[in-house]
T-cell receptor
Framework: DADVTQTPRNRITKTGKRIMLECSQT?????MYWYRQDPGLGLRLIYY???????NKGEISDGYSVSRQAQAKFSLSLESAIPNQTALYFC??????????????FGPGTRLTVL | GENVEQHPSTLSVQEGDSAVIKCTYSDSASNYFPWYKQELGKGPQLIID?????GEKKDQRIAVTLNKTAKHFSLHITETQPEDSAVYFCAASIQAGTALIFGKGTTLSVSS
């Protein structure tokens, strides 16, 4: 969905490097999410944020941190990348279910390779 | 926490046949069950969802059924077409607009 953008789209890095993945949205949604996709494992929740001052851990937050710089921006950081963090990363946004359908809209993904 | 199981992991059908994908969930507090379609190189996109106060929902060739007692829900695609080929994910959450727990996905292949 063009309303949710992720940068970079592809990234190759080395073990031990710090890397940041960025997500921006123009949908005006308060809620933002980071998921990781691995073959055969589906999408797993890393972190989520219900507003600028709210950050919550998901299923697999170890080794990751996030920053909600503004309503429209949510960044995911790997402080010291390791090879098993090689995956496809998706950002998503949603509205409150009281205001809308609560549907999550996904970005195009960032393919990260850690050598 | 919630756990979502999805079956089968792969499904091959002939064009025009029906396809059924099944999911079970563990948390009885879950009330929102969306289905996403992911095409190659793209992010998942919602195709249909159902809330716990409804047992079935239909949108053209796609339908979803929910059995809260048994904690399972299913996606039904009728009259399949080659463009239905994709990876399908089920998910569950307490309510729409909250974090989702996904199944592991089903790769659907529709051959003409």
């Amino acid at each position: 969905d063009a309303d949710v953008t992720q940068t970079p789209r592809n990234r190759i890095t080395k073990t031990g490097k710090r890397i940041m993945l960025e997500c921006s949205q123009t949908k005006g949604h308060d809620r933002m999410y980071w998921y990781r996709q691995d073959p055969g494992l589906g999408l797993r929740l890393i972190y989520y944020s219900f507003d600028v001052k709210d950050i919550n851990k998901g299923e697999i937050s170890d080794g990751y941190s996030v920053s909600r710089q503004a309503q429209a921006k949510f960044s995911l950081s790997l402080e010291s990348a390791i090879p098993n963090q090689t995956a496809l990363y998706f950002c998503a946004t949603s509205d409150f279910s009281d205001r809308g359908r609560g549907e999550q809209f996904f970005g195009p993904g960032t393919r990260l390779t850690v050598l | 926490g919630e756990n979502v199981e999805q079956h089968p992991s792969t499904l091959s059908v002939q064009e025009g046949d029906s396809a059924v994908i099944k999911c079970t969930y563990s948390d009885s507090a879950s009330n929102y069950f969306p289905w996403y379609k992911q095409e190659l190189g793209k992010g998942p996109q919602l195709i249909i969802d159902i809330r716990s106060n409804v047992g079935e929902k239909k949108d053209q060739r796609i339908a979803v059924t929910l059995n809260k007692t048994a904690k399972h829900f299913s996606l039904h695609i009728t009259e399949t077409q080659p463009e239905d080929s994709a990876v399908y994910f089920c998910a569950a959450s307490i309510q729409a607009g909250t974090a989702l727990i996904f199944g592991k996905g089903t790769t659907l292949s529709v051959s003409s």
